[in-house]
T-cell receptor
Framework: AQSVTQPDIHITVSEGASLELRCNYS??????LFWYVQSPGQGLQLLLK??????LVQGIKGFEAEFKRSQSSFNLRKPSVHWSDAAEYFC????????????FGAGTILRVKS | DTGVSQNPRHKITKRGQNVTFRCDPI?????LYWYRQTLGQGPEFLTY????????KSRLLSDRFSAERPKGSFSTLEIQRTEQGDSAMYLC?????????????FGSGTQLSVL
């Protein structure tokens, strides 16, 4: 069965500092990987996705993520965090591009201090 | 495009009561999904529809849960004889075509509190 681990429940970074949120997955085949962001009172918004090809993927809002098969990881990064990035971030895996359901990690809450 | 709409935003009920939530997907989206999110956890898949057909149900969806999508438009999720463990955020999502996951649009959810 697929599973996703986000080791950090909370992360606090200073505005302008770099950010890395960790995600490890367990899946037998090549996974389809996603990062979503959820702000209070808002629905989940897709930041970026990896299906195949270049292992470094660019997303919205200046985020990027790198797929590392050898480490079963798909970490999310941003070079300079803005206060508006404070939210909860979820990594998710799907069994395929036509998969019917996503398996989400437990999420990482990002706090940004000024 | 008005996004995925869920009603109500909040529902407080007493244990044993029945509740029903509604989801209006984005127009023309033929896939509709229900997820449940409890505090401190990521969303968990419950069920999904392709048009009006319910194609998959999670084992999380007990006999007390039923979902419908008449005419392939809006969907309802009903919980009968609610229990305190049903307290959660119920999320609806829709997607336009077979490449579902990359274009999954989520609603803001219905927060259920069972007292």
């Amino acid at each position: 069965a697929q599973s996703v681990t986000q080791p950090d429940i909370h992360i606090t970074v200073s505005e302008g500092a770099s950010l890395e949120l960790r995600c490890n997955y367990s899946y037998g085949a090549t996974p389809y990987l996603f990062w979503y962001v959820q702000s209070p009172g808002q629905g989940l918004q897709l930041l970026l996705k990896y299906f195949s090809g270049d292992t470094l993927v660019q997303g919205i809002k200046g985020f990027e993520a790198e797929f590392k098969r050898s480490q079963s990881s798909f970490n999310l990064r941003k070079p300079s965090v803005h206060w508006s990035d404070a939210a909860e971030y979820f990594c998710a895996v799907a069994p395929g591009e036509y998969g019917n359901k996503l398996v989400f990690g437990a999420g990482t809450i990002l706090r940004v201090k000024s | 495009d008005t996004g995925v709409s869920q009603n109500p935003r909040h529902k407080i009920t007493k244990r044993g009561q029945n509740v029903t939530f509604r989801c209006d997907p984005i127009s023309e989206h033929n896939r509709l999904y229900w997820y449940r999110q409890t505090l401190g956890q990521g969303p968990e898949f419950l069920t999904y529809f392709q048009n009006e057909a319910q194609l998959e149900k999670s084992r999380l969806l007990s006999d007390r849960f039923s979902a419908e999508r008449p005419k392939g438009s809006f969907s309802t999720l009903e919980i009968q004889r609610t229990e305190q463990g049903d307290s959660a955020m119920y999320l609806c999502a829709s997607s336009p075509d077979r490449v579902g996951n990359e274009k999954l649009f989520f609603g803001s959810g219905t927060q259920l509190s069972v007292l």
